[in-house]
């Protein structure tokens, strides 16, 4: 304890210079943890995102992600309703829901668009989409629909206006069935809705299962998408369903999540080089500062030498500077990393539409305990060992040369 008192008392002999050095250390952890707490925002918010589109787990007929089909549904899930049923019996299942994708023209009579298409469960579908998806005008699908009433459909914004179309408007689908025939379906517009990516916008169209199955002349279902309570728990069901249904093949949200694992590695170089360059800063920031208190100190080193101070003493001294020095920036730099966090909770900052997209999102922060923890460990470390580097030297010169230094 007592070397530590002596340290901070040396610290505070240059007050200014060690302010400087603290400040710095501060700013760096700061823009390390600001840097880092954005970055895990963003993984969460796109794995969030990744997950409520194709679900947590996707089921699928074996040949499903590994095979063209040469017709619509030739690799369909057959027995779709006793899996989900059995699935739906874990706790740890928050729901199942089932696909048809397909694909045709669209037409409202003068014109016809391509169109990519997906028969859902209204019900689920849209209550698991949440912020990802947002009601232009008109209202979405439901389950509760009269039996001679029209089939509706919900169709993206930019599809919307290619077509002319509106809520209570009617338009045509057209798609190939099972046998490779054609089939066409007179629908009702019941919604637009857009998610935010106008490429996608342009081809969405929803429609019920029972519809979608009505077009393509089929009971199958593409995919059967399993929702978990916890997406932690991904891999553990994974090995779950695998030893359920064998015979069917699976894929996990991170498998389709192409964009989530192509923005998580940009973001891993971008802030992994920010990192770096705060490492590199607050090493010289430190080394700097004790440096220059090894050579006024000189005198002093080779009089502690002449009193029977060993080396390492000296060297342990100048470690717990830079161990003060450190642990004081890093302290200040995770109180304002943790306000700057906090600030952006309560203020509406929105981040310009990312590449690709036509909405922006909002700006946060995450706080994260590992993260801090981290930087807390590296700067102090650093500190120290910088320290250690710049007074080794001086503690080993002879004491006749360091009492005789100017």
């Not at 830079?322 to 730099?333: E, I, K, N, P, Q």
Request: glycine fraction near 8%; charge should be neutral; proline fraction near 4%.
């Amino acid at each position: 304890m007592k070397w530590l008192k002596f340290a901070i008392a040396n610290v505070l002999r240059n007050r200014r210079r060690s302010l400087v050095t603290i400040v710095i250390a501060a700013v760096g952890t700061a823009g390390v943890l600001v840097g880092g707490g954005f970055a895990l925002f963003t993984y969460e918010s796109l794995a969030e995102m990744a997950a409520r589109d194709s679900g947590h787990l996707i089921l699928a007929h074996h040949d499903y992600f590994s095979r063209d089909e040469d017709t619509p549904m030739q690799h369909g899930l057959e027995n779709y309703t006793a899996i989900r049923e059995k699935l739906e019996q874990d706790e740890r299942v928050r729901m199942t829901l089932p696909r048809v994708q397909f694909s045709g023209l669209i037409s409202n009579g003068d014109k016809s668009a391509i169109f990519i298409g997906a028969g859902i469960d209204p019900d689920g579908e849209f209550s698991v989409k949440g912020p990802a998806m947002t009601v232009v005008s008109g209202s979405l699908l439901s389950s509760k629909i009269a039996g001679d009433a029209a089939p509706e459909v919900v169709i993206g914004a930019e599809l919307a206006k290619q077509m002319k179309a509106e809520p209570g408007g009617g338009l045509t689908l057209l798609s190939t069935t099972t046998s490779g025939s054609l089939n066409a379906l007179d629908v009702k517009v019941r919604g637009i809705v857009s998610v935010g990516v106008p490429e996608i916008d342009k081809r969405l169209v929803y429609v019920t299962l029972s519809t979608a199955q009505h077009l393509l002349l089929t009971d199958k279902a593409s995919t059967l998408s399993v929702y978990l309570r916890d997406t932690e728990q991904t891999e553990e069901m994974r090995g779950v369903v695998a030893s359920l249904f064998p015979d069917q093949a699976m894929q996990t949200w991170r498998d389709q999540a192409y964009f989530y694992e192509a923005v998580r590695s940009l973001y891993n170089r971008i802030f992994g080089l920010l990192g770096l360059v705060i490492v590199i800063m607050v090493l010289f920031a430190v080394s700097n500062t004790l440096a220059m208190a090894v050579v006024e100190r000189t005198r002093e080193i080779g009089t502690l030498r002449a009193l029977g101070t060993l080396p390492a003493q000296i060297v342990r001294i100048f470690a717990l500077e830079g161990l003060v020095l450190g642990v004081a920036g890093v302290v200040g730099g995770m109180l304002a990393a943790a306000g700057i966090s906090v600030m952006f909770l309560f203020f509406d900052i929105q981040m310009p539409p990312p590449p690709g997209r036509s909405v922006g999102y909002p700006l946060q922060v995450n706080l994260s305990f590992d993260l801090y923890a981290l930087t807390f460990l590296c700067v102090v470390a650093l500190s120290v060992t910088a320290a250690w580097l710049v007074s080794r030297k001086a503690a080993a010169k002879p004491i006749v040369e360091a009492l005789g230094h100017v």
